[in-house]
């Protein structure tokens, strides 16, 4: 079945550093890709998606490009903030399916430091 | 907009007891959806509303399980029996879902907690 690998956390930086969090999936057919985040103390937010080959994804200064060739779609800000501390969870959704049942990475908790 | 609320936000119960939680989606949405997440793990996929139809159950919900949604409005997830394996936080989401739409945003709650000792 599809599945989502995701990189393990937690990821500690500091302010204005450049973040990375690597994604990368199986999946028999066409997916569309998405990165929601968990703040502390609230719910699932999406954060990003793309739905096909070579899009790219970017809200709050994060950017994910689906990369087809290699099963991946790699989170990336190039300057965090304290507040961008979270939760960041990888996510596919099947392609053909109805409605939008996500299969989820594990979470990458990310930390940064003032 | 309220967004999706869920209740209770945290339960305990003991082996063998029953629980029910409740899913409020946005008013406007037709889709709603119930994953479980465990410690340290990502959200697993449980089952899948299209107004009062449910359309999809994972192999995950064993027969102890049981979910509703009676008026295509607010769902009910219950545990019948529950077991200390059933620990996880529970997590509802809903969406507006056109017609053969895949991909639309969904909006999840806060979750409810459940601790089964």
């Known amino acids: 079945g599809d599945s989502v690998t995701q990189m393990e956390g937690p990821v500690t930086l500091s302010e204005e550093a450049f973040l990375t969090i690597n994604c990368t999936y199986t999946?028999?057919?066409?997916?569309?890709l998405f990165w929601y985040v968990q703040y502390p103390g609230e719910g699932l937010q999406l954060l990003l998606k793309?739905?096909?080959?070579?899009d790219k994804g970017s809200n709050k200064g994060f950017e994910a490009t689906y990369r087809k060739e290699t099963t991946s779609f790699h989170l990336e800000k190039g300057s965090v903030q304290v507040s961008d501390s979270a939760v960041y969870f990888c996510a596919l959704s099947e392609s053909g399916a109805a409605g939008n049942k996500l299969t989820f990475g594990g979470g990458t908790r990310v930390l940064v430091k003032p | 907009d309220t967004g999706v609320s869920q209740d209770p936000r945290h339960k305990i119960t003991k082996r063998g007891q029953n629980v029910t939680f409740r899913c409020d989606p946005i008013s406007e949405h037709n889709r709603l959806y119930w994953y479980r997440q465990t410690l340290g793990q990502g959200p697993e996929f449980l089952t899948y509303?299209?107004?009062?139809?449910?359309?999809?159950k994972s192999r995950l919900l064993s027969d102890r399980f049981s979910a509703e949604r009676p008026k295509g409005s607010f769902s009910t997830l219950e545990i019948q029996r529950t077991e200390q394996g059933d620990s996880a936080m529970y997590l509802c989401?809903?969406?507006?879902?056109?017609?053969?739409?895949?991909?639309?945003?969904?909006?999840f709650g806060s979750g409810t907690q459940l601790s089964v000792l």
């Open positions: 999946a028999t057919g066409y997916p569309s």
């Open positions: 509303f299209q107004n009062e139809a449910q359309l999809e």
């Open positions: 989401a809903s969406s507006l879902g056109g017609r053969g739409a895949t991909n639309e945003k969904l909006f």
């Open positions: 793309a739905t096909k080959a070579d």
